[in-house]
């Protein structure tokens, strides 16, 4: 069974520290894995994208590694700030034929403390 | 979100009344996806279209059909809305089903069924 699983669920850290979201898989066969920011009440912002070839994507402060091999992506956050509050979700995408099929992790919520 | 937009953000309605809800992209994008996010389930697939009266079932469709009689526009409907179907339904575009393509979501619709 497909399954994505994300430790840990809640987070809280002072604010500039650096932190580490992770996110497992169990079946490897992967097309991609794609990152998204939730704030609460609001829709799914797309943070990182990394294709099933690549090994690690970066955009800003944020730095998203994936090893297929051992089933798990880590999402880095650099320098944490309190606007970084929100909760991170994991979306890995696998073949479904004229479709992808996505499964999703419950999400870490991370609280950033001034 | 750019691109995307979702109407109503909120409704509340009553058991056994049909409800719509409609998802619009200025992205031209081909696939869209109607998704629940229900606390501890994450996201899930309602149903999904691959182009213009192309549609298919995600894994909780009993209860809703859609319609896309446009690109740009998708329609969700719950033919009797039933109070397990209070939930927060979210719309995605994607271009593609290739690897180096990921989603984009809209803000989201808060659907109370009393």
């Known amino acids: 069974k497909q399954e994505v699983t994300q430790i840990p669920a809640a987070l809280s850290v002072p604010e500039g520290e650096n932190l580490v979201l992770n996110c497992s898989f169990t079946?490897?066969?992967?097309?991609?894995l794609q990152w998204f920011r939730q704030d609460p009440g609001k829709g799914l912002t797309s943070l990182l994208l990394i294709q099933s070839s690549q090994r690690e994507q970066t955009s800003g402060r944020l730095n998203a590694s994936l090893d297929k091999s051992s089933g798990r992506s880590t999402l880095y956050i650099a320098a944490s700030q309190p606007g970084d509050s929100a909760t991170y979700l994991c979306a890995v995408s696998y073949n479904a034929g004229n479709n992808r099929k996505l499964i999703w992790g419950l999400g870490t919520s991370l609280a950033v403390n001034p | 979100d750019a691109g995307i937009t979702q109407s109503p953000r909120h409704k509340v309605t009553e058991t056994g009344t049909p409800v719509t809800l409609r998802c619009h992209q200025t992205?031209?994008?081909?696939?869209m996806y109607w998704y629940r996010q229900d606390p501890g389930h994450g996201l899930r697939l309602i149903h999904y279209?691959?182009?213009?009266?192309?549609?298919d079932k995600g894994e909780v469709s009993d209860g809703y059909s859609v319609s896309r009689s446009k690109t740009e526009d998708f329609l969700l409907t719950l033919e009797s809305a039933t109070s397990s179907q209070t939930s927060v339904y979210f719309c995605a575009i994607s271009e593609g089903v290739g690897d180096g393509y990921g989603y984009t979501f809209g803000s989201g619709t808060r659907l109370t069924v009393v």
């Open positions: 279209s691959y182009g213009v009266k192309d549609t």
């Open positions: 992205e031209n994008h081909r696939y």
């Open positions: 079946d490897s066969a992967i097309y991609n």
